[in-house]
C-alpha cells in the first residue's frame, strides 16, 4: 500500500493492511500473508512519525531435514520519516524496531510493504524446526530420517551383503 503523507493533517491517521507481500530469495521465495495495522502522525510539515504491529505466517526450512514449516511471526514497529526537500544519502529504510533512525524520503510517499517485509524479516526466528525430536537427514545418504530408514549399509558395495548377491 502506498500511503499518500500530503493526505494527512493533524489528526492522526490508521491503517488496517491485509495482504499478501511476495518475497523473493533463497531460502523465502514465497507469498506471506500479513495482517498489520500503522497508524501515521504528522509532527510538523516535513515529520512523520509512523507506530504499527504485524502478524505474518512464514513457511522456514526446518534446521535438520529442512522440510517446510509454518511460523506466526508478530512484531511492533516505529519509524520516524522526515521528507526532505535536498535529498539524502540514506534512502534505505535502514530501521530496526529498537533503534530507529530518521529515514530520509524525497517522494511524499511510504511503501507499506518495504516497511512489513523489512520488520518481518527482523522477526524471523533463528532456529526453526518442525519438531523438537526431529531426527534430520543422514548425512551418509540424505534421507529424511523422520520418514525413511536409512539407506546407507544397502548402498555400501563393500558389505559382506554385497558380496553374497555374486
Ligand atoms: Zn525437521
Ligand atoms: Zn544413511
Redesign the pocket.
Known amino acids: 500500500m502506498k500511503i499518500l503523507l500530503t493526505d494527512i493533517g493533524s489528526e492522526r491517521r490508521r491503517y488496517r493492511i491485509e495482504e499478501s507481500i511476495h518475497f523473493s530469495g533463497t531460502d523465502l521465495e514465497q507469498s506471506v500473508p500479513v495482517e498489520a495495522e500503522i497508524t501515521v502522525k504528522r509532527f510538523n510539515k516535513n515529520l512523520f512519525v509512523v507506530t504499527g504491529s504485524l502478524q505474518a505466517r512464514v513457511t522456514l526450512p526446518?534446521?535438520?531435514?529442512?522440510?517446510g514449516?509454518d511460523c506466526e511471526v508478530a512484531e511492533d514497529f516505529v519509524y520516524t520519516f522526515r521528507l526532505d526537500d535536498e535529498p539524502q544519502i540514506s534512502k534505505e529504510y535502514g530501521c530496526s524496531d529498537e533503534d530507529c533512525e530518521t529515514v530520509y524520503l524525497d517522494e511524499p510517499f511510504i511503501e507499506s510493504d518495504m516497511i512489513l517485509k523489512e520488520q518481518i524479516f527482523l522477526a524471523l526466528p533463528t532456529h526453526c524446526?518442525?519438531?523438537e525430536m526431529?531426527?534430520?537427514l543422514c548425512d551418509g545418504c540424505g534421507v529424511?530420517l523422520?520418514n525413511n530408514a536409512c539407506q546407507c549399509i544397502e548402498d555400501n558395495s563393500g558389505s559382506p551383503f554385497a558380496v553374497l548377491k555374486k
Not at 526446518?62 to 522440510?67: D, E, V, W
Open positions: 526446518c534446521n535438520r531435514c529442512s522440510t514449516v524446526l518442525c519438531d526431529c531426527r534430520g529424511n523422520n
